[in-house]
């Protein structure tokens, strides 16, 4: 079977300092949205791959991504105002596909350097248990006054998770289905499927696989200027 990714566009350059969506601005002479497409091109055995973006960005992310396409196909599809309502319509968009995808990958165009292996390795994790989530250790908590949080640090592994969250096809559908009869709103995808599960008893696990060092999220002006250093 194949798998299919989703690539998230439709945020903002708010936090950026832009007045452009931020996946449209430039790193090392190369858009953020570009690099992360050319990732995704890489992944072996994709047989769709969907873009969402912001209302009014179609024509100017149609023409970036062009000419990077060569002879394969991308749907772009219009998000929606909140992460939810942008992944809802792009699982919409792969309806039509779902007996030929196995599993999906969600990813934020915003992390432009996720490695191919990173897909590769949540993809996997996702045939195997029904989710896979990219995941790295985050600093130890403090308190303003010094010192570790109480309770934290014991054993625990604290991790930021991350993307690109793989999910198998079926059990992702029904979730986003799921989530549109009750009116629930996730946070991200495993958020989503993890509410479905516990709602309707469904036994899915969702696993994490360890994130590769740069795959940072640019939200800030100086994130930007991180990944352009990291890129070299």
């Known amino acids: 079977m194949s798998s299919a990714i989703v690539l998230l ?3 903002s350059g708010t936090r950026v300092g832009a007045g452009t969506n931020k996946v449209l601005l430039p790193l090392a002479g190369v858009p953020v949205l570009v690099r992360s497409l050319r990732t995704a091109l890489a992944v072996p055995d994709v047989a769709a791959l969907v873009v969402v973006v912001r209302p009014g960005d179609e ?9 990077e396409l060569g002879d394969r196909e991308v749907r772009l599809v219009v998000g929606g105002a909140t992460r939810h309502a942008s992944e ?3 699982l919409a968009a792969l309806a039509d596909l779902a007996g030929d995808v196995d599993v999906v ?3 934020d165009a915003a992390r432009p350097l ?3 292996d990173l897909y590769e390795r949540a993809i996997a994790a996702a045939r195997e248990h ?9 600093p130890p908590l403090v308190r303003r006054t010094g010192g570790p949080v109480p309770g934290v640090g014991r054993g625990v592994r604290a991790v930021g998770v991350q993307t690109p969250q793989a999910f198998r096809a079926p059990e992702l559908l029904a979730a986003y289905r799921w989530a549109g009869d009750h009116a629930f709103d996730g946070t991200d995808t495993a958020a989503c499927v993890d509410a479905w599960a516990a709602a309707t008893g ?3 696990r969702i696993v994490t696989v360890d994130s590769t060092a740069p795959n940072l999220k640019v939200t800030y002006a100086e994130d930007l200027r991180v990944a352009a ?4």
């Open 229 to 232: 250093a990291l890129v070299g």
């Open 9 to 11: 566009a439709a945020g």
């Open 202 to 204: 469904t036994e899915l």
């Open 105 to 107: 990958a969600l990813h």
């Open 130 to 138: 029904g989710g896979g989530v990219p995941a790295a250790p985050v």
């Open 88 to 90: 809802t319509a792009a």
């Open 59 to 67: 024509a100017e992310v149609a023409a970036l991504l062009e000419p």
């Open 114 to 116: 996720a490695a191919v």
